[in-house]
């Protein structure tokens, strides 16, 4: 089942608008190599899902993934057909906002020659650019 | 060992001067500590780059500034690319000194080779040693671990001089059994998340 929060405040949430630079979570901090976004945008929790198979089938049994990312944002869509008005959809899919600099997957256990192949295939389902990171020096 | 920097004095201060010189190659620098005045610097984007690289920490000025220190915080821009600004620290390579140094993994877990994946829980400890001999890093040597084993702080290899700080119990690297992956549950009967408030609001209502 695809990634979503358990209990929320409110179901439906406006849709807002990404400015600036991730100033948290733009570091490696779990693993030795990650994955870091360049852009900002939203990724929907089935591509995270997505992202986490495309890895994980990879490193099978060899590195550890992690995910730095959680889809808490509800995104709302009317249905095809619909006549203009009668308020907010329902909510249509869960997603993550992310800010350029944020760090969407991190591994560890796994050579930097693999890590960057197991990110090779895990950047292609990403909707925003992507670049591979290392653990920043101490 | 320190690394020698060549710094110049910086005579403009403000965000418009210190992004000339970062146009320029240079990157800003602040030296303070031992009761002395602030010194405002620049410093070679390429020795900063091979500073970083080589993990170095204590370091020789030489230049407009003559002196030794120890560098104390690096800041990055928001994606971690380049070096925007370094903290030095006045020391004398002889003093104590706490530092964070990273821990190097040595040798090959004898659980991995049963099929264990060897997790690093903590990838630094703080120490305290002679300013002028800060290790780059301090090897642990894991090859003894077998599945479920886990070693600790204690167990990495200190040089001698160089004293650990942080809780030598602190675990630093298991061997962990794999966990299967479960297979995706079905959907739950429901595909929202609970409301906070919801329910008690609809019982109130019902009540009244």
Not at chain 2, 35 to 62: F, P, T, Y
Not at chain 2, 93 to 112: C, D, P, S, W, Y
Request: negative net charge; hydrophobic residues 40%.
């Amino acid at each position: 089942m695809a990634l979503m929060p358990r209990r929320v405040k409110h179901r439906k949430s406006q849709r807002g608008r990404i400015k600036g630079n991730a100033t948290r979570g733009n570091r490696v901090v779990f693993g030795d190599y990650g994955i870091q976004s360049l852009e900002p945008g939203w990724i929907k929790a089935a591509t995270i899902e997505a992202g986490r198979i495309a890895a994980q089938q990879y490193v099978r049994g060899e590195g550890k993934l992690y995910i730095r990312i959680f889809p808490d944002k509800s995104v709302s869509s009317t249905p095809l057909e619909t006549r203009m008005g009668k308020g907010k959809g329902e909510p249509d899919f869960w997603a993550a906002s992310v800010k350029p600099g944020t760090v969407l997957y991190e591994l560890s256990g796994v050579t930097e020659q693999q890590a960057k192949v197991c990110f090779a295939r895990l950047a292609s389902k990403m909707p925003v650019k992507v670049r591979f990171v290392a653990r920043r020096p101490v | 060992m320190a690394e020698v920097l060549h710094v110049e004095k910086r005579e403009q201060m403000g965000s418009a001067a210190t992004t000339r010189i970062r146009r320029s190659g240079r990157v800003p620098a602040v030296l303070y500590g031992h009761g002395k005045d602030n010194e405002h610097l620049s410093i070679s984007r390429s020795e900063v780059d091979a500073l970083i690289r080589h993990h170095g920490r204590a370091v020789e000025l030489q230049g407009s500034v003559t002196d030794t220190a120890m560098v104390n915080d690096v800041q990055w821009d928001a994606l971690g690319i380049e070096v925007l600004h370094l903290d030095l620290l006045r020391v004398n390579l002889k003093e104590e000194v706490e530092v964070a140094v990273a821990i190097r993994l040595v040798g090959e877990a004898a659980g991995t080779r049963e099929g264990g994946i060897l997790i690093e829980n903590l990838h630094e400890i703080e120490i305290r040693c002679a300013a002028g001999s800060i290790p780059e890093s301090l090897d642990l040597n894991v090859s003894e671990l077998q599945l479920d084993q886990h070693a600790v702080a204690g167990d990495v290899e200190l040089p001698s001089g160089v004293e650990l700080i942080t809780d030598p119990e602190t675990v630093v690297a298991r061997v962990e059994t794999p966990r299967e992956e479960v297979p995706a549950e079905e959907a739950a009967a429901s595909d929202e998340p609970e409301v906070i408030g919801k329910k008690e609001e609809q019982e109130e209502g019902e009540g009244e």
